[in-house]
């Protein structure tokens, strides 16, 4: 149940503008008025397609603005979360990396790229894109959320797992997020309280 969680909320749309380092949330941004009206039009019926579940649809949509218009990380970012969403991870982790080369400060970009290669098994390349998103945006939570459940289930260190997610809660908006999220601490603050009673009853005299 943990783990279907967490893939669900690793996953969302990012709905980036079609620019290259727009900001994630919404369809467009003001970079954006200097597009073609077709060109928009293209990309906002790849992103319906996106959330209807018509990810075939969608990728031929956004490979060809990708191809199109390299400079533009929204297309590549999206499609790479199609590529996630139906296995195919190495795919994702490719296009992935070329959208943080065209914008090396999209929070978005890197975040998913961490969870690409951390399906992958690659935990220190997760982490470093983790820590990449955060210092194009330390507001920007998923960030955040996705380095402490890296650290919390599969490197198995709960205190930077804590301390990610208070970060985390201090900027996540959504109550539901944040109640899962506040439990999950709980959880692992008894587990290092425990640890701790037993590291001082091994070292008593």
């Known amino acids: 149940m943990l783990q279907k969680w967490i893939n669900s909320a690793g996953l969302p749309l990012v709905l980036l503008g079609l620019t290259a380092c727009s900001m994630p949330g919404t369809r467009t941004a003001d970079g954006d008025t200097a597009i073609p009206g077709g060109v928009l039009a293209r990309y906002e019926r790849a992103l319906d397609q996106m959330e209807v579940g018509d990810d075939p649809g969608a990728a031929d949509l956004l490979e060809s603005l990708s191809t199109e218009y390299p400079d533009y990380s929204g297309p590549a970012v999206n499609l790479g979360i199609i590529h996630m969403r139906n296995g195919r991870d190495q795919e ?15 929070a978005a970009a890197f975040n998913q790229l961490g969870i690409s290669h951390r399906r992958q098994g690659h935990f ?3 982490e470093a894109a983790y ?12 960030a955040y959320f996705n380095l402490g459940v890296l650290y919390d289930l599969y ?13 985390y809660l201090q900027i996540e908006s959504d109550e539901s997020s944040r109640a899962q999220v506040t439990r999950w601490i709980a959880d692992l603050q008894r587990r290092l309280a425990a640890e701790q009673r037993t590291a001082r009853a091994e070292h008593r005299p």
């Open 92 to 106: 994702a982790t490719e296009i992935l990396e070329r959208a943080v080369e065209v914008c090396s400060d999209c």
């Open 131 to 142: 820590l990449h998103a955060i210092d194009a945006d330390s507001n920007y939570p998923l």
């Open 124 to 126: 220190d390349e997760a």
């Open 155 to 167: 490197l198995q260190r709960p205190q930077p797992a804590v301390d990610y997610y208070q970060q």
